[in-house]
């Protein structure tokens, strides 16, 4: 299969960058390149990119859009403009893409949200690719147009189908229906047409076996009637809900012995927004950095040094000094 990749041109908007990368999970997408993208590793990203962060974190940053694509064999710049030359809808686009041959590489373009890309930057790309929309409103939000480009590529990706399951037989519904006339008791002429109607019925439906089997098994007991031994059923009864779980992978902040402990995801935010930062073996809190919110009070002050180890689904923190 063709590897593609999503490459965002200059992106004003964190939280765009965030839902660019979701959007990419959703269609199975994990590449991500950005260029000149500003100052774009910020809590309102790393939040919008629910069960995507895999995809921030391997971001690529490069100067140019050229260092983007150097190693595509196929450039698409997705854009509202009118094409100097054919345009390419983008459904199309995708059906070229899974004609690639296995290992290239396709690269996916878009231009910044306000402005788009830029008409030397079309020129750069081998495609100019367009998303059909109702005339009134043309214009779509950066992170929807990577989500119908990435579905429209998903979509297209030859699949192996799973194999279907086996059905049963005309003599073995016949049969079925043999056990049903027996089971219903249907006799002389009001029971053939009921019977005729339960054979269309069986005729026109594909059954599994064991689907068919459940059926035999309904008229079985319907010949054999019911049981004196049979105890009535009773209602399942529903399991109660779990009570909350105070060693929640999720709680906020919880007291460890020596320091504290967070949830690992809030951890890798805090490395990925840049406000702890590695050195010497250690973390330091850059101050510049906004810290996101949590439940107590500041916990990483400026100018500490902080140890942290993997516990669980958590991150034990201590403080060096």
């Known amino acids: 299969m063709p590897r593609t990749r999503v490459v965002l041109v200059r992106p004003e908007t964190a939280a765009n960058v965030g839902s660019v990368a979701r959007a990419m999970r959703n269609a199975g997408l994990a590449e991500l390149t950005l260029v000149a993208p500003g100052d774009w590793r910020r809590t309102d990203a790393w939040r919008s990119a629910w069960k995507a962060h895999e995809v921030l974190e391997s971001a690529r940053e490069v100067a140019s859009l ?16 009118p094409a100097e030359g054919p345009g390419l809808d983008v459904r ?22 306000t402005s788009g890309l830029a008409g030397d930057e079309l020129a750069l790309c081998g495609r100019q690719v367009f998303i059909p929309s109702h005339p009134d409103q043309p214009s779509l939000n950066l992170a929807q147009a990577v989500m119908v480009t990435a579905y429209e590529v998903f979509r297209a990706e030859p699949r192996v189908e799973p194999a279907l399951p086996a059905l049963a037989t005309h003599d073995e519904k016949e049969a079925t229906l043999a056990r049903l006339r027996a089971g219903l008791g249907l006799r002389g002429p009001r029971g053939a047409r009921a019977l005729e109607t339960w054979r269309r ?46 060693a929640d992978a999720f709680e906020d902040v919880r007291d460890e012995p020596g320091g504290f402990s967070l949830p690992a995801l809030k951890w890798r935010e805090l490395l990925f927004t840049g406000v702890l930062v590695e050195r010497d073996g250690a973390f330091e809190r850059d ?6 919110p949590f439940r107590r009070g500041e916990l990483f002050p400026p100018g500490a040094r902080f140890r942290a180890e993997r516990l669980d689904a958590r991150m034990r923190v201590t403080r060096l000094d």
């Open 201 to 246: 019925l069986l005729h026109r439906v594909d059954l599994a076996p064991r689907e068919l089997r459940l059926l035999d098994h309904l008229a079985r007991r319907l010949k054999e009637g019911p049981r004196a031994s049979d105890p009535e059923p009773s209602a399942p009864a529903r399991p109660a809900p779990p009570a909350p779980n105070p």
């Open 92 to 113: 199309a686009m995708a059906a070229e893409i899974a004609a690639l041959p296995a290992g290239a590489t396709a690269a996916l373009v878009f231009g910044p949200e």
């Open 66 to 81: 050229g260092d983007a694509v150097g190693d595509a064999a196929y450039v698409a710049a997705l854009s509202g403009r």
């Open 287 to 292: 101050p510049a950095r906004p810290a996101p």
